[in-house]
Structure formats: C-alpha cells, structure tokens
C-alpha cells in the first residue's frame, strides 16, 4: 500500500517520510547490506540473507498492492537512509495483524528516523483496520523499546537465549505487540 509522503526538520536537516518505489530497489539493497553490518540489533550480518535490486523491486512491487503491506523509505537529500516494513499475509485467521520491522544507517541515529518510521506505520496500520502489529527487539535495544513501549507496544512474550553475538554472549528477543482496539468486538466466542 502507499502512503502520503511526510517531510520534517531536525537539527536543520529535512528528512522524508514516503512509500517505497521500484527505482529504490538498488539503493535498498545496498543500504540493508550496510545496516546489517553497522549493528547487532539486527538479525543478520553484513551480506546473509541478501536482497538483490531485482528483489526489492518485486517486494516494492507486491507490497504497493496488497492491502495489508507497507514499506516505507526514509529519505535525506535524495538518498535513504532508513527504511520499514509492515508485512501482512492474506490467511483469514492472521489477516488482521503486521509484522513489523525497521532500521536506520548509524550514521543518522539520532534524527528520530526510527521513530518517525514507527509512527507513520502506526498512523497507517490504525487508519487500515490493522488490529494487531507485532514485532521482534533484542532486550539490551533499550532505546528501541523505550520507543515501543511509548507507541503503546507490550511485550507478549520472550524467545530466550535467541541471539548469538560477537561477545560470545546469548541474549533474549522480545515479542512486542500493539494492538488497535476495535470499534465493536464481537469475537464470536
């Protein structure tokens, strides 16, 4: 699906908000590279599980069309810097959730990139009858979940020792979720 582009200022620099399109895919598929090898937050380091550019256009390209996809690019004087993901799938009984993913090359941590991605999706997801977004975050990712917690995520549950990291250390994953409370429930049960 696609959204309006939203543009804001800080720290006097302009950073946009818009839909992804298929002349992003080269670009996406450099900067997701990038990003996996900046932190460890991420699932994936530098290079596994690559997209190529052929990729991340046929992923734009589904994702403009379905209902319940949203992939959104963060933008700084023509080059994206960030990028999200809502991703839907169209079996009845799960129709109604997102899952939801986001990341920002280091070196514009700080601009409220992240943030701006997670609300725009939000602002989306509630818009579009999205009842439930859910998410994975590393628990050291205080920052992160700090951000979560404060768009009205919680945690549902834990995956322990999920992460292997360069400390030679295993470290917990926490499923988040938010859920959209719906005009009338009638659940049925």
């Not at 997701?32 to 937050?41: C, L």
């Not at 409220?112 to 999205?130: C, F, H, P």
Request: glycine letters at 8%; one cysteine or more.
């Amino acid at each position: 699906m696609l959204i309006n582009a939203y543009k804001y200022h800080v720290q006097g620099t302009e950073i946009s908000i818009r839909s992804a399109v298929e002349a992003d895919a080269k670009s996406l598929a450099k900067v997701r590279v990038e990003i996996d090898g900046e932190t460890e937050y991420l699932d994936r380091e530098a290079g596994e599980d690559y997209i190529d550019e052929q990729g991340f256009r046929q992923l734009i390209k589904d994702d403009q069309v379905k209902l319940n996809h949203l992939f959104l690019v963060a933008e700084i004087s023509g080059t994206i810097v960030g990028f999200s993901r809502c991703d839907g799938n169209s079996l009845k009984r799960t129709a109604h959730k997102v899952s939801f993913g986001v990341c920002v090359l280091q070196a514009f941590w700080g601009l409220g990139i992240g943030q701006q991605l997670l609300e725009q999706s939000v602002q989306w997801a509630d818009a579009n009858g999205i009842m439930k977004m859910v998410l994975q975050v590393l628990e050291v990712n205080r920052k992160a979940l700090n951000i979560y917690q404060k768009y009205g995520f919680k945690v549902e549950g834990i995956l322990e020792r999920d992460k292997y990291l360069a400390d030679g250390k295993y470290y917990n994953t926490l499923v988040m979720a938010r859920f959209r409370e719906p005009h009338s429930c009638n659940s049925g049960r």
